[in-house]
């Protein structure tokens, strides 16, 4: 079922691919979900960028994306600093990236665990950026949630900078795309590492 919807990820618009893997990615049993994530922090981890990066901007993980709290949390012990994203403004879907040091400080926004607006981190701070995605494509494009906020953060930030963080099944061959749309640097996964081909 999976590989089958994999290949036909083509015919099928970004609103239809978002309902059917997030239903994928809901039903995959919590210690399968662990044991992925820590393969995935382990890659993470090893990465040369994230070695050399003071700070490191996560995303709070729900709804089954790959896990992140862990990786946040390693980050710090480690002497990194960390950055969430948090909304600005939800009219214009304005997000920033805020200093982050402990998720009992976080404001809840739209069911999403964020740092306060304080302590904004600018984008040339920030040594590495982690994303979340619901489908990821071998050419590193990904279909977030529909909202746009990482997307227009994202603008002019260099790609090797932007790590994609998935279960292999959220790789597909290709997505549909949008004229706006632009890839990340590279996908990790439990099974491998995808880069953005030149």
């Given at each position: ?50 070695q ?27 002497g ?36 306060k ?23 590193c ?35 549909a ?11 990790i ?10």
């Amino acid at each position: 079922m999976k590989q089958e919807l994999a290949n036909a990820c083509m015919d099928l618009d970004k609103k239809e691919l978002r309902n059917r893997f997030l239903k994928m990615r809901e039903t995959i049993a919590p210690d399968l979900a662990a044991s992925e994530s820590k393969k995935i922090l382990g890659k993470l981890e090893n990465l040369p960028i994230y070695q050399k990066a003071k700070t490191i901007m996560f995303y709070q993980s729900v709804r089954g994306e790959v896990n992140t709290q862990e990786m946040i949390s390693r980050a710090l012990k480690n002497g990194k600093k960390a950055a969430l994203p948090a909304i600005i403004d939800k009219n214009k879907r304005i997000m920033g990236a805020f200093a982050f040091c402990d998720f009992s400080a976080c404001d809840t926004v739209m069911g999403i665990k964020q740092p306060k607006i304080e302590n904004e981190i600018s984008k040339d701070e920030i040594g590495l950026i982690v994303v979340p995605g619901i489908v990821f494509d071998e050419d590193c494009y990904r279909v977030g949630y529909g909202r746009g906020y990482f997307d227009r953060w994202l603008k002019g930030i260099a790609k090797e900078k932007i790590v994609g963080l998935a279960y292999d099944f959220q790789i597909v061959n290709k997505v549909a795309r949008e004229e706006f749309d632009e890839p990340l640097g590279m996908i990790i996964s439990g099974k491998r590492i995808v880069k953005q081909k030149n």
